[in-house]
């Protein structure tokens, strides 16, 4: 059994948690239709995973108009909060601590999610990026092309802040212990924090400061409905994709960071990319980071054990998420502690689908353990 930082206990707001193995948001698309509501297999997935220090859900939309992919769970009514109650139930009896991750998606949707209509942004700015749609003639899913939005009214934009903040007290009537902020990956809080898919002129748009103010008034609702500790953000300063390469993204962040250390929140996630050419988060931003932020800080990002072990070292990080790891080896803390080998990934199971490539992957098995 490995002793190393990974393994070690940590403190993030009122929870103790028994590890630094995050199991990070993983989009299933496996809820229950009508009312994109979680089901009796999630919260099997989910417990089997409950080894995990931490487990953040799959990004859960907190309206109707925040929902950009086919069979993604929503936590906007009755009957998804009774879901996830099945889900968080069954994590907290196998001794596990699980966050719910508020979505918005904004322009990265399509009209069949909208009787038709526009998604909605900051701006209507045109840009290439593509969802993934389950097709009822073909019993298939297919990825189909994002139109160009409509520009949210500021009306609007204030009805959005109210679902997030009764978002998140359904979260706590769920029975989470928090909930992550998704200002993440081309979605809308980071769509309102970027000069490439923001070009609005009002309060809203404009200024950097004015391109923060959209972050800001959604964490403030958060924090006065449920409490600071009970709330963490997700924020992608490098990624490019789906139109969102913006010059001033990185000091943008930082800005950012220096507000959610004045709110006192949990943690900061980054969503370092993870693909093979990716730009990689240099030594100065995570010191420039960790400087504006001394709260927790939680990466995940094609991360080995070593390259955690190290990150953890360096007190870059807190925390370390392993994401496709954790979908085929549901006992993963355990694998990583031990040095046991790792399940491979049934990629074509990740969307929709029934128990196949969901909660049939095994735990290590007694024999494996003994040859290992």
């Known amino acids: 059994m490995s002793h190393s930082k990974l393994f ?37 997935y989910y417990s089997q995973r409950a080894g995990a220090g931490l487990i953040i859900t799959e990004a859960t939309q907190i309206s109707q108009q925040g929902q950009g992919y086919s ?12 879901g996830w109650k099945k889900v968080t139930s069954a994590v907290h009896a196998q001794g596990g601590k699980i966050f719910v991750q508020l979505w918005h998606v904004g322009r990265m949707s399509h009209p069949i999610f909208h009787n038709g209509e526009l998604p909605v942004a900051p701006s209507a700015v045109p840009f290439q990026g593509q969802v993934w749609v389950y097709n009822e003639s073909t019993q298939s899913g297919e990825k189909l092309d994002c139109p160009t939005p409509r520009a949210l009214t500021r009306e609007e934009i204030q009805q959005i802040i109210e679902d997030y903040r009764n978002a998140a007290a359904n979260a706590i009537a769920a029975g989470f212990d928090g909930v992550e902020i998704h200002g993440a990956n081309g979605y809308l809080i980071d769509q309102f924090l970027r000069t490439t898919s923001n070009q609005r002129t009002d309060e809203y748009g404009g200024s950097q400061e004015n391109r923060l103010r959209f972050l800001k008034e959604v964490v403030n609702a958060i924090v006065d409905e449920i409490g600071e500790s009970r709330v963490g953000i997700r924020l992608a300063p490098f990624i490019t994709a789906r139109g969102m390469n913006c010059p001033e993204i990185l000091d943008t962040i930082q800005k950012a960071a220096q507000f959610i250390q004045q709110k006192n929140l949990a943690y900061i996630h980054l969503a370092e990319a993870d693909w093979d050419d990716a730009p990689q988060i ?41 994401g496709r790891a954790f979908i085929s080896n549901p006992d993963l803390p355990l694998r990583l502690a031990n040095s046991w080998p790792l399940a491979e990934l049934n990629p074509g199971a990740l969307f ?21």
């Open 8 to 44: 070690s206990p940590l403190t993030l707001g009122d929870l103790h948690l028994n590890n630094r193995v995050l199991m990070p948001p993983l989009t299933r698309c496996r809820s229950a239709q009508p009312g994109n509501i979680p089901t009796d297999l999630m919260a099997t």
């Open 71 to 82: 069979f993604t769970p929503g936590i906007h009514s009755t009957e998804q909060v009774s």
């Open 282 to 322: 240099n030594e100065e931003f995570r010191q420039e980071l960790r400087g504006n932020f001394s709260g927790r800080i939680i990466v995940t990002g094609k991360y080995t054990k070593a390259r955690a072990e190290t990150i953890l070292d360096q007190g870059y990080a807190d925390m370390v998420g392993f």
């Open 352 to 372: 929709g689908g029934n128990h196949i490539g969901y909660t049939d992957y095994p735990v290590y098995r007694e024999s494996e353990k003994e040859t290992a």
